[in-house]
């Protein structure tokens, strides 16, 4: 039963008593119109929720910075019962950056493909980070967001994460879960800037591991897109704004375009495909990669040439040419 079916007897109007009125430090008025005073019974409500009962994902029970990495490149726009086990293959693959790094990079974006993780940048992404940390930094991570963000292809969330997870050292994490709980718990209006300012005033001071862990959780779990407030028990219900008025609307979530038919699915049977073969010929692999390839077709040598040129930009194909044949390979 959601908040929506069972909400309690309590007019809208929330308490007056409830609202934001002490220890606002970097909230803007408007921010938050119903985060209460009493923040610290918010978050001992919350940990205590997240700390009895949560999902067991593998990189929960780590602190390795590697691991946590991995986890969170991975995790990247795909649903995470696919991420766990192409997870744990990883890491028993290349169970460390010296290994990742000495791996052939071609056996790194093939990996990727087959388990369909989706855009193969982030394979060479992480390939060269392991390289890096090898080289850049002897093997040991660091452990400030700024730094990690000098990592080949981490960007200031993912550089945040594994700050916050791996050692226990980052901001308030903000992603499409927070950003939905955030403006359902306490009104606060769909602005990046907001649900930042927000983030960062609830979050306990040296707590970022579980906090962050544990507000995810929560709309992961409790505030989704549908959400199930008291069939798995939110802590914020006695705060939260929607759950008193029943207005579960939340800022709209970014639709990815469609994958069916894409030149990112055939991207991704190209890499496969050369991840099994040493090298193919064009025509040959047009013909492998979509039953209508036609040489001097729609989706024909030009077509397929734009991929390919497109993957030897990302370093991820090389192509040769001899006597009138195209021949492509992973690097």
Not at 31 to 48: F, G, M, N, Q
Request: with cysteine.
């Amino acid at each position: 039963m959601t908040g929506t079916d069972a909400r309690p007897e309590r007019p809208a109007e929330r308490d007056a008593s409830l609202r934001t009125d002490g220890g606002t430090e970097g909230i803007e008025d408007g921010d938050a119109p119903d985060l209460p005073a009493d923040r610290d019974a918010v978050r001992e409500a919350l940990t205590a929720w997240y700390a009895a009962d949560h999902r067991d994902f593998p990189w929960r029970r780590t602190d390795d910075p590697y691991e946590i990495l991995i986890s969170e490149v991975m995790s990247q726009q795909t649903q995470l019962d696919r991420v766990v086990p192409a997870w744990e293959a990883f890491v028993e693959e290349w169970p460390t950056t010296a290994d990742l790094a000495a791996a052939d990079r071609g056996d790194v974006v093939a990996f990727w493909s087959a388990h369909s993780l989706g855009y193969n940048n982030r394979a060479k992404y992480l390939h060269e980070a392991a390289g890096q940390i090898e080289a850049e930094y002897d093997g040991a991570f660091p452990d400030a967001p700024d730094e990690l963000e000098a990592l080949m292809g981490v960007g200031p969330y993912t550089a945040n994460a594994v700050a916050s997870f791996a050692f226990n050292n980052g901001d308030a994490v903000v992603d499409t879960n927070v950003k939905r709980v955030l403006y359902r718990a306490f009104d606060v209006p769909d602005d990046d800037d907001a649900f930042e300012r927000v983030a960062s005033a609830i979050l306990p001071d040296g707590e970022s591991r579980i906090w962050n862990n544990a507000i995810m959780e929560l709309g992961g779990v409790a505030c989704g897109k549908k959400p199930r407030c008291d069939e798995a028990g939110c802590p914020w219900r006695e705060w939260c704004h929607a759950y008193q008025t029943g207005d579960f609307t939340a800022p709209d979530v970014p639709t990815q375009p469609s994958f069916e038919g894409s030149r990112r699915q055939f991207r991704g049977r190209i890499v496969r495909l050369l991840g099994e073969h040493d090298a193919m010929e064009l025509d040959a692999l047009g013909h492998r990669i979509r039953v209508d390839y036609a040489p001097d077709g729609e989706h024909g040598r030009e077509w397929l040439r734009g991929l390919l040129s497109d993957l030897a930009d990302d370093g991820l194909v090389q192509t040769e040419e001899a006597n009138g044949e195209l021949t492509a390979r992973l690097r």
